[in-house]
């Protein structure tokens, strides 16, 4: 998956749960074509290595996240209410 692929997710308005565990080419260019998601409530960012804590910060606390990332921690204060 690339942040271009992205733009195509974006359009998937009832999509719940997504995995982009080890896309490693994808950028926080290309999570905000799925920050309009209002019906996501999980997604898997382990691997995403380019994705950086301002690119997470624009995503709802109402979805769950997970980012492992090897010396990067996220907490609850980096997501909007």
């Given at each position: 998956m690339t942040d271009h692929g992205l733009t195509?997710?974006?359009?998937?308005?009832h999509l719940q749960s997504l995995n982009l565990s080890g896309?490693?080419?994808?950028?926080?260019?290309?999570?905000?074509h799925i920050i309009s998601l209002?019906?996501?409530?999980s997604l898997d960012l382990s691997g995403c290595?380019?994705?950086t804590e301002q690119g997470l910060a624009r995503f709802?606390?109402?979805?769950t996240i997970s980012y492992p990332c090897w010396g990067y921690k996220i907490t609850h204060a980096t997501f909007k209410n």
């Open positions: 195509h997710i974006g359009s998937l308005k896309c490693y080419n994808l950028t926080n260019k290309g999570l905000a209002k019906q996501l409530q290595y380019k994705i709802p606390k109402r979805i």
